[in-house]
């Protein structure tokens, strides 16, 4: 039996958990500055580690405590540590990984340093269906938007990403337009509910080219002329019509992606796999969908715990000492 304490802090959400042989959820907690950050219209870096500092121990002691463990003087209450280590905002990351390199040389312990993507990439192995290798990923999230082959554990191709924005990110600065509170997604889905998602014709980037690439920067400005050429506009055709676009535009992707490559298993993870028009319209897939439970989509430590734990399974889990890294790709098992 293995014990790992997973901590992310790479954005906005701290997050601890407990992970039991890598699937078993003992605890998740999760605290969300997103209502500090709302008044800035999006994430503001050094609010956002000074809050994690301010939190952090005191929900590491919540998260052993909810899985029924207690850090009783000198023995350590789980087996090992695993913390986010990029990419994100630098001085968020400096957190967790310092706090969990410190705690993990404290009760002498091993310390798992975690790609954020990974992370998400292994959000569905904590539910009741895991996938099977191999299979693709839709990973959408506020700072990413990719499509990944997992050939086997920890064998990664990236086979199209975002050349511009991310596609959480479109959604989040779209919401600016359109005055509705930050977070984005779960605002322009909510609007989007009562609109017509045929109101307007909004583009679907790269959509002629043969890349499995995307670009969400022509479908924003494309909203803010259409709202400059009607001011009057209802908030909710548009942000109908523009949920529908960036919705099909994953979907054109990974169909693209599916039958390319042969894969007919895919998992979509990341904040914006929570979006609903997205579960729906990924379910007309021909491909075995996964997805992860709703309290894993959003940033959270089982996650991280997650992929640690399988990183150890596999034996190549990542040098203890990584630098923190506000940008940097996926990393295969070999370190590449
Ligand atoms: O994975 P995540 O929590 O943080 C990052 O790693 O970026 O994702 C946050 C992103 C935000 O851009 C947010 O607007 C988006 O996920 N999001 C959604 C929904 N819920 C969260 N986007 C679309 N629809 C949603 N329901
Ligand atoms: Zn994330």
């Given at each position: 039996?293995?014990?790992?304490?997973?901590?992310?802090?790479?954005?906005?959400?701290?997050?601890?958990?407990?992970?039991?042989?890598?699937?078993?959820?003992?605890?998740?907690?999760?605290?969300?500055?997103?209502?500090?950050?709302?008044?800035?219209?999006?994430?503001?870096?050094?609010?956002?580690s000074r809050m994690?500092?301010?939190?952090?121990?005191?929900?590491?002691?919540?998260?052993?405590?909810?899985?029924?463990?207690?850090?009783?003087?000198?023995?350590?209450?789980?087996?090992?540590?695993?913390?986010?280590?990029?990419?994100?905002?630098?001085?968020?990351?400096?957190?967790?990984?310092?706090?969990?390199?410190?705690?993990?040389?404290?009760?002498?312990?091993?310390?798992?340093?975690?790609?954020?993507?990974?992370?998400?990439?292994?959000?569905?192995?904590?539910?009741?269906?895991?996938?099977?290798?191999?299979?693709?990923?839709?990973?959408?999230?506020?700072?990413?938007?990719?499509?990944?082959?997992?050939?086997?554990?920890?064998?990664?191709?990236?086979?199209?990403?975002?050349?511009?924005?991310?596609?959480?990110?479109?959604?989040?600065?779209?919401?600016?337009?359109?005055?509705?509170?930050?977070?984005g997604g779960p605002?322009?889905?909510?609007?989007?509910?009562?609109?017509?998602?045929?109101?307007?014709?909004?583009?679907?980037?790269?959509?002629?080219?043969?890349?499995?690439?995307?670009?969400?920067?022509?479908?924003?400005?494309?909203?803010?002329?259409?709202?400059?050429?009607?001011?009057?506009?209802?908030?909710?055709?548009?942000?109908?019509?523009?949920?529908?676009?960036?919705?099909?535009?994953?979907?054109?992707?990974?169909?693209?992606?599916?039958?390319?490559?042969?894969?007919?298993?895919?998992?979509?993870?990341?904040?914006?796999?929570?979006?609903?028009?997205?579960?729906?319209?990924?379910?007309?897939?021909?491909?075995?969908?996964?997805?992860?439970?709703?309290?894993?989509?959003?940033?959270?430590?089982?996650?991280?715990?997650?992929?640690?734990?399988?990183?150890?399974?596999?034996?190549?889990?990542?040098?203890?000492?990584?630098?923190?890294?506000?940008?940097?790709?996926?990393m295969d098992s070999?370190?590449?």
């Amino acid at each position: 039996m293995s014990l790992i304490l997973g901590i992310e802090t790479s954005c906005d959400e701290t997050g601890l958990a407990v992970v039991k042989d890598g699937t078993t959820v003992l605890s998740n907690v999760v605290i969300s500055q997103i209502d500090t950050h709302r008044a800035f219209g999006g994430v503001v870096p050094e609010i956002a580690s000074r809050m994690h500092t301010e939190v952090i121990y005191q929900l590491t002691q919540r998260a052993l405590e909810e899985a029924g463990l207690s850090a009783t003087r000198g023995a350590a209450p789980v087996d090992a540590i695993a913390a986010t280590f990029g990419p994100g905002l630098m001085g968020s990351l400096l957190v967790g990984l310092s706090f969990g390199r410190a705690a993990a040389a404290a009760w002498h312990i091993p310390f798992l340093p975690v790609h954020h993507i990974e992370g998400h990439l292994f959000s569905v192995f904590l539910g009741e269906r895991r996938p099977e290798y191999p299979f693709l990923a839709l990973v959408v999230s506020g700072g990413h938007t990719q499509i990944i082959r997992c050939r086997a554990p920890h064998q990664y191709q990236v086979l199209g990403t975002t050349r511009d924005d991310a596609v959480g990110e479109c959604f989040d600065k779209v919401a600016r337009l359109l005055n509705l509170p930050y977070p984005g997604g779960p605002s322009i889905q909510k609007a989007a509910a009562e609109g017509d998602d045929n109101a307007y014709s909004f583009p679907i980037g790269l959509s002629a080219k043969s890349t499995l690439d995307f670009s969400y920067s022509g479908l924003k400005t494309a909203v803010l002329y259409a709202l400059r050429e009607h001011p009057d506009a209802p908030v909710a055709d548009v942000a109908a019509s523009f949920q529908r676009a960036a919705v099909d535009a994953l979907i054109l992707k990974t169909a693209a992606a599916l039958e390319e490559t042969g894969i007919h298993r895919l998992v979509i993870a990341g904040g914006v796999a929570a979006n609903r028009r997205l579960r729906e319209s990924a379910a007309g897939l021909d491909a075995k969908l996964f997805l992860p439970d709703m309290a894993y989509c959003v940033d959270n430590g089982a996650m991280i715990a997650a992929a640690a734990a399988s990183r150890l399974t596999h034996q190549c889990s990542l040098p203890p000492d990584i630098p923190a890294a506000a940008t940097i790709t996926l990393m295969d098992s070999a370190g590449n």
